[in-house]
């Protein structure tokens, strides 16, 4: 039975700044969905590694996309490969009084588990699917979908979601009481991120063709 | 000696893409800068973890910053500690006429190594300084510094910049021949990261206290 929360376990317990941390799905699933890609990381020949993968979430898994030549996907050829997905949205930048109290906005999700190959076809064309879709909704209808060779191309690994948690900081900064009086600004700078900009347009591109409003009304967070 | 690039090694050499693929110091430089955080990978109890963390690079040097109760710290009280920190950079979204082709525009540093906890006292001065400065320029002469008590509350840990490589996408979509007269709009829509919105002051600041330049000015990439 899904409940609203993931069930913390020994490495997703707080260590510190209990109050930062949290396992509800909602949030857990806003900051994926709001993220284009992802940080991956697993153990290759006893070393860490992490790399950038786009990603979808589709209900409670979590999809990952990269070529079958790409050094994550031939590790998870491995069934069942360890992995840490980390997504990390930088909200803003916490400036303090004091330089130890300067910080940072942000939420960040990290979901361990073992990642699985989708082998079942129906499930890796939808997930590709999906992940076009995440990535700019509604794309999916504006474009020649995958030959029977590029989906053999392209691997999809799969993580349930099921050890997560959220963790994030938010607010002004915290300055101690002795030092509120010192002379400099204090506050939060906020950021944006993945802030669209003008479509450029393929140079071969057919004459004609207007930007569409999926990629015209593109937006984030 | 150094030269202008890192020597590729058996886990920086390419898999796939060859041509994506740098070691220029430069590059590599210019990429960490911009970045306001990094993603940091190490193997704990054998399972891959990676969290994202503040940064500064001093010349070869990338110094991490980090609570001396995190987790990521406590690993490295392990002196020597395996770790992969990973920078990345997504520029655009790679919207090509068949889903197979596309992709992102980013610019990604991945360097290995072992990191040290930094213990000298001038050292981690220095490169707490170089932090807050990193993050703001400008912001370290408009801060209380630390205290002795708050100087041995923060870890920093030090990863020689020795293992590096460099990994970007930029330009248009690489479409087949056979597709470019499909009816589907194709290009790239740019993203901007890091957009710095209006400062919000902390609500107990001193009033008279204006939003100095080095806050107004801010801005990335």
Redesign the interface.
């Known amino acids: 039975m899904t409940t609203d929360s993931y069930a913390p376990t020994t ?1 997703t317990a707080p ?3 209990r109050e930062r941390v949290a396992y509800d799905r909602d949030l857990v699933h806003a900051a994926l969905d709001e993220a ?2 992802c ?14 993968q ?1 990603h979808v979430r589709v209900g409670e898994v979590l999809y990952l996309h990269g ?1 079958t ?3 994550a996907m ?1 590790g998870s050829l491995v069934d069942g490969l ?5 997504v ?1 949205h ?1 909200d ?2 916490v ?6 109290h ?1 910080s ?1 906005n ?1 939420r ?1 999700v ?1 979901a ?1 588990g073992k990642a699985h190959l989708v082998t079942d076809p129906t499930e890796k064309d939808e997930a ?2 999906h992940l ?1 879709d995440a ?2 909704p509604g ?2 209808d ?6 029977r060779r ?1 989906l053999a ?2 691997a999809v690994l799969r993580l349930d979601l099921e050890e997560v948690s959220y963790k994030s900081r938010a607010g ?2 915290g ?1 101690d009481e002795e ?28 004459s004609g ?4 409003a999926h ?1 015209t009304g ?1 937006s984030r967070g």
């Open positions: 490495r260590t510190r700044l284009v890609l940080h991956v990381a697993f153990v290759d020949d006893g070393a860490p590694v992490v790399l950038p786009l070529s030549g790409a050094r031939r360890d992995v840490c997905v980390t990390t930088l803003g930048l400036l303090a009084r004091s330089a130890f300067h940072a942000y960040c990290v361990h590709l699917r076009v990535i700019v794309r999916s504006h474009v020649r979908g995958p030959s590029e191309a392209t002004a900064p300055d030092d509120l009086d010192l002379p400099w600004w204090a506050g939060v700078l906020p950021l944006r991120q993945s802030v669209p900009q003008a479509p450029v347009p393929a140079p071969d591109l057919t063709i207007e930007v569409p990629v593109w």
